[in-house]
């Protein structure tokens, strides 16, 4: 990331406890941002994130690319997506074009893609205070440190800055699955998250023009393939393809015709949107 010129950075984590806290927003301490023991002996996990600050922007917005890997065991699909987001990355880096500014996150995944991420995020948002402020010292460039690193060189210093850009409009995970060969040059596009299904299709369109026009890849709507083949909801499309197809012969302005296909291929992805979530 370094060689891009952009800002990178690491951000330090531990696995919080799962514990029910309904009191948190009034309780908490304002020491999130900070790596402190969680009450077990975990080794702390470390994300790398790089920040391209957007020539034609004015930092208020910014996109993230996420890449989960787990740093302990690497696997041949997580060099591959790594390779492939550097490759973007590095391409947006030299680009004069970008209105927004773009975040790379390579998520330290050993307790979980969802932990790391969800980590991060918080430390994004979340306002930053210092509990002790006789623990830290100033450094020239305006940050803050504690006093057992002030002994480190500026740029050991520099790495652990947490940096932010604009508000995220939007993030794109990218991640190379473990597949058969008989999905080769398949491109699958998943808009759901833990929050439910991603409101804006901008970036969905983009990953599939370039997939589509550009490379000429196969791209697939996640379905329930059983749904497909079920016999009952065939029925249930021909029942309202014939009530469409009456109400419209009725009055013409009446124009909700919907084929049985159409029905059934939407349903079958609807059930494939709430399961992924």
Known sequence: MTSTGSDVYHHRFQPSKKEFRPL?????????????DNGNSSSPAVNIVGVIRAPQGDGKESIVLVTPYNPEAISVTDAFSLGLAFSIFSHLSQVS?????????????????????????????????????????????GTYISLERAEESPEEVNSEVFRRAGAIAAALVIK?????????????????????????LDLINVVHY????????????????SLLKSIWLKMVGDL???VS?????????WKFAIPASDFLEGTATLASSMYQQ
């Not at 948190?24 to 790596?35: K, P, T």
């Open 245 to 253: 197809e009456t109400a419209g012969s009725v009055n013409p302005q």
């Open 24 to 36: 948190q927003f009034f309780s908490r301490s304002s020491c999130s941002g900070m790596v402190h």
């Open 240 to 242: 309202f393809e014939w």
């Open 210 to 225: 370039l997939a589509v026009h550009r490379q000429g890849l196969d791209v697939k709507v996640g379905t329930v393939s």
């Open 97 to 141: 074009w970008l209105a927004k500014d773009v975040v790379w996150l390579a998520a330290d995944s050993r307790y979980g893609e969802y932990t790391s991420v969800a980590s991060w995020l918080r430390a994004y948002y979340d306002p930053y205070f210092l509990c002790n402020s006789g623990d830290y010292t100033k450094t020239s460039t």
């Open 176 to 200: 190379i699955a473990n597949a058969s060969q008989s999905v080769k040059d398949t491109v699958q596009i998943l808009a759901e998250a833990s929050n439910g299904q991603m409101p804006n």
